[in-house]
């Protein structure tokens, strides 16, 4: 017969069992939490950082279509920019597709592709602090625009930041940015398009 003491020293071993369990449990998503806020950390310093440089270069305002924008507009558009990172040969956007997002480079290379009567052809290269998707941003959310090109990355990696939109279209509702700025982008946008249609 099995004694008393026995039975409860298993029960206490069982007891002590499922503690240590979930202790190393605990630890491990404890560990697991912080390596993902240590994560989050540094995409939140690299996407400043990225606005920053941005800010510093002044390179949107080099770009026609913000040309007219004031030092606050500016970084009230840069403000609401997400940071991307990809790798040679990612594909940012395809022709034909729906048109949301404006880029631009931050780091690294990308290359404009349009697939016509020749086939798939490059028909541009845009370099650091050089921008596309401006057809994006000409018209209201809600109404699709499709990309007049394929780009993908061609440099070993690429950083992006990227204005949506939605964030696009806040910023003139909210009286942050003139809605005269579409003038510039309808003309940029004109000017791309003949470039991809090699006039």
Known sequence: MVSIARVRSARSQIVHNIHEEHRKSQIGLDANIQRRARKQKRKTELRVQARSRLKQTKALSKIEAFAILTEIETEAMIDVMTRESHLLGDILCQQGEIADR??????GECGAFV?????????????MYGFFGESSLLSKPGVDDIRNATVEVMSDSASLLVLTKIKFYELIDKGVLSAEILKGVKIVDKERQEQNLGK
Do not use: H, S
């Not at 404006?102 to 780091?107: A, K, L, P, Q």
């Not at 697939?115 to 370099?127: A, H, L, S």
């Open 102 to 107: 404006f880029y631009i480079v931050m780091n």
């Open 115 to 127: 697939t016509d009567k020749n086939g798939y052809r490059q028909v541009g290269t845009i370099p």
